[in-house]
């Protein structure tokens, strides 16, 4: 049977959505967050797609996202960054925009240098917000980052790879 043949079978046109979806990346696209015209403002990316689930940090508009998946109930989980290190979770999806709605957004991300309160010549970007977890890089002191979010003194940054790790608000000026 021809393409045009298969094409015409209920189980043809499964079969070639099934293998888009697998060619394509079923879902993934690219968004921002977008908390309004306040740029201090930020959005919560939840463990998990619920108002009471706890928040793994709070993102400023302008943060990039990728859409991971639909989660249901006006939530979508998302991943922000790449490189050595990406952070993932769940946020409301009205405040997700994509395309050219993406474009009016405000940004509220902020670019930062690196300092050393310890009298070092570079710091560990962590992973995750505390000085006990594992380290993603070594960032020289006056490297700049980008600011995405926060979670208690703790700022989620950005570096040139698109990695996202945590330092302590006293190692950035």
């Known amino acids: 049977m021809d393409m045009a043949g298969i094409l015409k079978t209920a189980a043809g046109c499964a079969l ?3 293998m888009l979806m697998l060619c394509g990346g079923a879902y993934a696209q690219t968004a921002v967050v977008d908390n309004g015209s ?20 709070k993102f400023y508009s302008g943060t990039e996202v990728e859409i991971v998946s ?4 006006g939530w979508s ?7 050595q290190n990406s952070v993932g979770g769940y946020m409301m999806s009205s405040y997700l925009k994509s395309g050219s709605e993406a474009s009016g957004v405000v940004d509220g991300t902020r670019d930062k240098q690196v300092v050393s309160p310890y009298g070092t010549q570079s710091v560990v970007l962590r992973d995750r917000p505390s000085n006990s977890y594992d380290a993603v890089a070594m960032l020289a002191v006056g490297e700049s980052v980008t600011v995405i979010g926060v979670s208690g003194s703790f700022y989620f940054v950005q570096i040139g790879d698109d990695s996202v790790g945590c330092l302590s608000g006293d190692e950035l000026n």
């Open 38 to 57: 306040n740029p201090d403002s930020q959005l919560n990316l939840r463990k998990e797609p619920s108002t009471d689930a706890g928040s793994v940090g």
């Open 16 to 18: 070639l959505a099934g």
């Open 77 to 83: 989980e998302v991943s922000i960054g790449g490189g």
């Open 70 to 73: 639909d989660a249901g109930g």
